[in-house]
């Protein structure tokens, strides 16, 4: 049963570039969540999604950042007209359907460096 | 809202010893659940172990136990017998185990594990 598999593993991008972020969860998970983690920090979560839905998107900055979960396909985190600020490591977590105990697995994470 | 404090920023044992990481929480919510992660320096974070707020016993899994005491709020996590593999950042975190499942996390304790 593979685990949460995130691409790309690093990503370098100059300022005013687009970032897509790939995540696929876990088989059977129909949660997922992104979370940003900056240097010697803990993870802050940005977006809660289910498929076809944004449940819950108090954690992502209003502009330059969108998220979604299709029907079919991974879920995508992008960040549009990147700057420095947005270097950082994204990771994605996934959980099963509601209900019971609502452990997250994880991705390895995306590093992105904006230059 | 939820919080999760985490007030030792770096740990040092040696190997073979145990060892207790703090974690402190406060929530409004009647039902959470609490976790504990380890990240390495690959920088992946894993899954280790889960308490519900409502288990009358204290996880454990393997070497990881829990020590939950739910009147001081206080979610410990001990490593018994260290390996220099333990080495590691490990955050605590919790969610409503009803609702947004939306987690929490503090903001990670550094383990060093010497010879």
């Known amino acids: 049963n593979a685990g949460v598999m995130q691409n790309p593993r690093h990503l370098v991008r100059r300022r005013g570039q687009e970032a897509r972020l790939r995540c696929s969860p876990m088989k059977g998970h129909s949660h997922v969540y992104w979370y940003r983690q900056l240097p010697e920090e803990g993870l802050k979560f940005m977006v809660y999604l289910q498929k076809e839905n944004i449940i819950d998107e108090s954690g992502m900055p209003k502009e330059r950042f969108s998220a979604e979960f299709p029907k079919e396909g991974p879920s995508i985190l992008r960040i549009q007209q990147v700057v420095r600020g947005d270097s950082a490591a994204y990771f994605c977590?996934?959980?099963?359907?509601?209900?019971?105990?609502?452990?997250?697995?994880f991705g390895p994470g995306t590093r992105l460096l904006v230059l | 809202a939820q919080k999760i404090t985490q007030t030792q920023p770096g740990m040092f044992v040696q190997e073979k010893e145990a060892v207790t990481l703090d974690c402190t929480y406060d929530t409004s919510d009647p039902s959470y659940g609490l976790f504990w992660y380890k990240q390495p320096s690959s920088g992946e974070m894993i899954f280790l172990i889960y308490q519900g707020s409502y288990d009358q016993q204290n996880a454990t899994e393997g070497r990881y136990s829990l020590n939950f005491q739910k009147a001081r709020k206080s979610a410990n996590l001990v490593i018994s017998a260290s390996q220099l593999g333990d080495s590691a950042m490990y955050f605590c975190a919790m969610n409503p185990t009803r609702g947004s499942y939306i987690p929490t996390f503090g903001r990670g304790t550094s383990l060093i594990v010497h010879p």
């Open positions: 977590a996934s959980s099963p359907p509601a209900g019971g105990e609502q452990t997250q697995y």
